[in-house]
């Protein structure tokens, strides 16, 4: 008993290594699979769906072809064998004096099988075999069989003739059969039926399919729209019953975080307003009291928390009532680069392609305004350029600052998210410029991206179609 104690959590261990060396030596013939394997859900369906399929017919094919075609084949070789054995016996037993006239003829009329006699007693010697055997070998056997001697067969070549030829006593008989009289040929229309019909199948399953697949690719459509800020337009539930479900729920969600998002921004912008009513009293009433040094610092205090509720009521507002003109931006872009320089920073500003574009200059400007603010606020240099060609603008802003780690870049663009580090300690700021200027991004239809900049800080782009 205590042997086979000590002895069963060894074998079990010996089975897990084992499972588990042929786990690992698996892994990289799944990965490579999982590889290949089509990504999209059209193709993967229809996978699935053509895969068993093919090897249900491959099998059937296989197994019903080979059985029917082995055995027919096999008699009819045994009635041609039997029959020549029936013509040899009557040639040697009942010699013919008119020169086998008569046994030639009934062979030709009534077996169907062309007979001549040739003197001498030589075979030719054995001919290639052919790569589809079957014929050869069901007929050698049922010869060897019924006849019992020395034959010859040539079942090569396209003719519709098998020829035989038979070694007699002091002759060689030779025979030549219909190809059909001794080979089931004809199995091959049963092929083409079942490929036929299957490929009429996979056409009416791709249309189905199509159309299944459809609704789920608007619901994709429509959610990573959603979540781009942009708007979407027409959808509806369609399809079967679970993606309909889950379009329903998909557009309760959006409904649900609208109103949520609606209900906040109303808050902000009314406690925004009332404290900005109260600051410039607070202002007027500072500025009765004099040129004091702790006026001054109080009045700095006063004018960021106004800077602040600004930016706050600006978010809180969106930018969306404002109409698109057309107009030169060069101006506008100009005024953002002047600012910048009064602040003691370097600021460039590098113009290609027509600046007349069509935009909310609004908007525009309080976006790209945040953007070189906060170059201004995290470095000692700012490129700006603007580059219009076809339908797009693309605006980058690039700075010599820390720049913003990777992990990071998505972050930075949700409201009130400031980089928790030492360089935002002394920098003031309510971390919504990045979301504002996004919103205003989309709002044009376009998107704001960050990178790396050749400067060694922070590259802001931005494009949108003008
Ligand atoms: N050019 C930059 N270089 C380095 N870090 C940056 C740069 N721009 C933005 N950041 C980082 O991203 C954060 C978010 O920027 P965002 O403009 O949204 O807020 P903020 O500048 O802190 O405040 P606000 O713009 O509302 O006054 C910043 O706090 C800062 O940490
Ligand atoms: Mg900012």
Redesign the pocket.
């Known amino acids: 008993m205590a042997t086979s104690h000590s002895t069963l959590p060894a074998s079990r261990n010996l089975v897990l290594t084992f499972l588990r060396s042929i786990r690992a030596r698996l892994t990289p013939i799944r990965v490579a699979i999982k590889r290949r394997m089509p990504q999209g859900l059209y193709a993967r369906s229809l996978m699935i769906f053509i895969t068993p399929m093919v090897i249900l017919q491959g099998v059937v094919a296989y197994v019903f072809m080979e059985r029917h075609w082995e055995l027919v084949t096999e008699r009819l070789s045994q009635g041609v064998a039997r029959d020549i054995a029936a013509i040899i016996e009557v040639y040697e037993k009942y010699p013919q004096a008119d020169d086998n006239a008569l046994l030639t003829q009934i062979a030709n009329t009534r077996l169907g099988l062309t007979i001549s006699f040739i003197p001498g007693d030589a075979l030719p010697p054995a001919g290639p075999k052919p790569f589809f055997g079957l014929l050869d070998r069901a007929l050698s056997r049922q010869i060897t069989a019924h006849v019992g001697r020395p034959y010859w067969i040539d079942t090569v070549g396209r003719s519709n003739l098998v020829e035989i030829r038979i070694k007699l006593d002091n002759s060689v008989m030779r025979v030549l059969a219909r190809r059909s009289q001794t080979y089931a040929s004809n199995s091959h229309i049963f092929i083409v039926w079942m490929v036929g019909t299957s490929l009429v199948l996979i056409a009416v399953s791709l249309l189905f399919l199509r159309n299944q697949i459809r609704p789920i690719q608007r619901l994709a459509e429509a959610a990573d729209s959603f979540g781009k800020g942009r708007e979407v337009r027409h959808f509806r539930p369609r399809g079967a019953r679970e993606v309909r479900q889950a379009a329903a729920a998909f557009i309760g969600m959006r409904g649900r975080i609208e109103r949520q998002i609606e209900a906040r921004t109303t808050m902000l912008a009314g406690v925004s307003h009332d404290l900005r009513t109260i600051l410039t009293r607070f202002k007027l009433q500072l500025a009765l009291l004099g040129d004091k040094p702790e006026v001054e610092d109080l009045l700095a205090d006063v004018d960021e928390m106004q800077h602040m509720l600004e930016?706050y009521l600006a978010f809180a507002r969106g930018d969306q009532a404002e109409q698109a003109v057309c107009g030169d931006i060069s101006g506008l872009l100009e005024d953002v680069r002047a600012h910048a320089e009064m602040q003691g920073k370097t600021a460039s500003l590098n113009l290609s392609g027509d600046m007349e574009v069509t935009a909310r200059m609004g908007a525009l400007k309080r976006c790209i305004a945040?953007l070189v603010?906060?170059?201004v606020?995290?470095?000692g240099t700012v490129e700006i350029s603007a580059h219009h060609r076809g339908s797009l603008l693309t605006i980058m802003v690039e700075?010599d600052?820390?720049?913003?780690p990777e992990d990071k870049r998505e972050a930075?663009f949700r409201p009130f998210?400031?980089?928790d580090d030492a360089?935002?300690q002394d920098k003031r700021?309510?971390?919504?410029?990045?979301?504002i200027a996004q919103d205003i991004a989309r709002g044009h239809g376009g998107e704001i991206t960050l990178g790396d900049s050749r400067l060694g800080?922070?590259q802001v782009r931005m494009t949108i179609p003008v």
């Open positions: 930016d945040n603010d906060n170059a606020k995290f470095a700075d600052g820390p720049g913003i930075v998210y400031r980089l360089r935002n700021g309510t971390g919504l410029g990045l979301a800080g922070l």
